[in-house]
């Protein structure tokens, strides 16, 4: 059985990213996308879906806001938000879940495997597993890179860029050092904080050190950051970045 599956975020690349860890769940359908809640409630009444992933602070209507306006269908709902006080609230709503971004996707499985349990029969969450699940979440700060025999922590927020060179994944620090990482981009992207976003199937960036943004050839753009690199954007990519730059 496929999951009719809306998902409703105000930020466009938190979405993209939210269907590409979904894309590994063949269960999952997703046959619309909304960026407020008043474009979510007429989505899902006219689609009557069966599950939707649901962000909390959006334009228009909020989420809770939202769900208090469905009245004929009722889909099942996994919270999706960056603040956690939000969570005895959704838990009173009946939701499956309750994802804290950024969403990780050994996480996610867990949220499947309910949904596949209840097959979307009924709310699964239980309030200390959700209160358990809101004290256990923590703030990664640091990546390990292998050197020799020794292992280093690397601040997350010292890290200006994560780039694929070939099979190798290298991050440059704010110090000017590059080091290797076993991570691949996609677990990095899962892992890291939305401050980091994908610009290039190569490449990560920290939005917190671009220094100016050019234009590029052929659509492209081309971001310089704090310690004078340059880093192009994939083409396919650069009209999310242009509104989420605002350019």
Known sequence: MNWKTIIIEDEQLARQRLKR??????????????????????LINQHQADLVFLDIEMPILNGFEMLAK????????????????????????????????????????????????TNLAKPVMALDDLLQQIKGKSVQKTLTVKLGDRILLIKIEEIIHIQAE?????????????????????????????????????????????TEIRRGFNGALIFVMSNQSKVSSSRSNSEVLRARFGI
């Open 21 to 42: 860890l979904l894309a590994n769940y063949q269960e999952v359908e997703i046959i619309a996308e909304a960026e407020n809640g008043l474009e979510g409630l007429e």
């Open 70 to 117: 469905l009245t004929h269908h009722q889909p099942k709902v996994v919270f999706t938000t960056a603040y956690d006080q939000y969570a005895i609230k959704a838990f009173d709503e009946g939701s499956i879940d309750y994802l804290l971004k950024p969403i990780e996707l050994e996480r996610l499985d867990k949220t499947i495997l309910k949904l596949k349990q």
């Open 166 to 210: 070939d099979k190798y994944v290298f991050l440059y620090t704010a110090d000017g050092k590059k080091h290797l990482t076993d991570y691949t981009l996609s677990v990095l992207e899962a892992k890291l904080p939305d401050d980091f976003i994908r610009i290039h199937r190569s490449d990560i960036i920290n939005t917190n050190y671009i």
